[in-house]
């Protein structure tokens, strides 16, 4: 092999390192443990290890970032933000030394490891999720459409993530141990009782408060749209009901769904409102659950409050019959107090 041509195999080498590591390959356990998340190593862009470890140790201070993707994505930030605020920090969408320092005070590894179950793989799976809201309603029940997705949403994760996590593992075999982030969390927060619940339609997010004003949980949402808006002022939670059955009323006029007749579409993480509806005081508006969390905050409702199925659980966990839920934009909304 000539000089010219030895330069030519390591030239290509090089690109494909660079490529490898643009498209995340170099994110694997070692790497995410290791990190200590900057400037320099988060990115909005694609996913980095330390976008990763970020996301899962601020899910489980209750400050979710929506669906861990190792990306510093607007509902990221929204995250960090309200965590700066809730420790009593200058207010800020970036990573500073102080809300680092707070955060890692939780020093469990951010990665575990799962062996996948046959109860795991027991479905049943849907080959295909409908688009057309009407083409659910005869289905039996609406269940993940692969074990990659059942699991991803378990862990909290995207399905990318749990892909790279896991390069040649077989996520639809039992007995195959896999990488997944661990967002068990732990300790008061984890067991606070919401007092009251704000929902800001500016920005896009739901905060919990208990009775001391504390702010005790923070997640991103998709807040209404032009189509059907979001409700103003305060209602109440009345009824909190898990794997709830959607029922469609023709009335509400959803300009992507064309029955002129009421239909019920049965229950399951895929359905419109996912694992949970938490009922409001203003007929055909809840907090619920979505099948499709990476949209949460990025996409429009049809006027309700739409979380990750995870994130709306919490929710129903927190919440009580009779709480007040206060629909604000971010310049009204009422001062808030953080933790020590």
């Known amino acids: 092999m000539s000089l010219k041509e ?6 290509v080498l090089v690109i494909a390192l660079v490529a490898g590591s643009a498209f995340g390959a170099e994110i694997d356990a070692a790497a995410i443990e290791s990190v200590e998340p900057s400037r320099k190593t988060l ?9 990763v470890r970020l996301q899962v140790l601020l899910d489980r201070a ?3 970032p ?8 607007e509902n990221a930030k929204k995250a960090l933000q309200a965590y700066s605020e809730a420790q009593q920090l200058p207010s800020s969408d970036a990573l500073t030394e102080d809300v680092w320092k707070a955060l890692r005070a939780d020093d469990r590894p951010v990665t575990t490891t799962y062996t996948i179950t046959e109860r795991d793989l027991a479905g049943p799976f849907l080959a295909k999720l409908p688009s057309r809201m009407e083409d659910m309603k005869d289905i039996p029940k609406l269940g993940y459409t692969s074990p990659r997705e059942e699991l991803a ?3 909290h994760m995207s399905e990318q993530l749990l892909a790279t996590l896991n390069p040649g593992r077989r996520i639809d075999r039992a007995g195959e141990t896999i990488v997944v982030v661990d967002t068990g969390g732990g300790g008061t927060v984890a067991q606070a009782k919401a007092d009251r619940i704000e929902v800001d339609k500016s920005r896009q997010t739901v905060k919990l408060f208990d009775k001391s004003n504390l702010l005790i949980g923070f997640y991103p949402a998709s807040v209404g749209s032009e189509e059907k808006p979001s409700p103003s002022g305060t209602l109440k939670v009345t009824e909190v009901n898990r794997n709830p059955t959607y029922r469609y009323n023709p009335d509400y006029h959803f300009k992507n769904v064309r029955s002129r007749k009421p239909f019920t579409i049965r229950p399951g993480p895929n359905n419109p409102v996912g694992t949970v509806w938490i009922n409001l005081s203003s007929e055909g508006y809840g907090i ?5 969390p990476g949209k949460v905050s ?9 979380l990750t199925n995870w994130d709306a659980e919490r929710v129903a966990g927190s919440v009580a019959k ?3 839920v206060a629909f604000v934009d971010r310049k009204d909304a009422p001062r808030t107090l953080g933790r020590n």
């Not at 929506?66 to 990306?71: L, V």
């Not at 619920?288 to 499709?292: C, E, I, L």
């Open 6 to 11: 030895a330069g030519q195999v390591w030239t």
């Open 43 to 51: 990115s909005n862009e694609k996913p980095t290890p330390a976008g």
């Open 62 to 64: 209750h400050f979710s």
């Open 66 to 73: 929506g669906e861990i993707d190792g990306k510093f994505g």
């Open 153 to 155: 949403e378990r862990f």
């Open 288 to 292: 619920h659950g979505t099948p499709s």
């Open 298 to 306: 990025k996409a429009e409702s049809h006027g309700c409050v739409r």
């Open 322 to 324: 009779g709480n007040p």
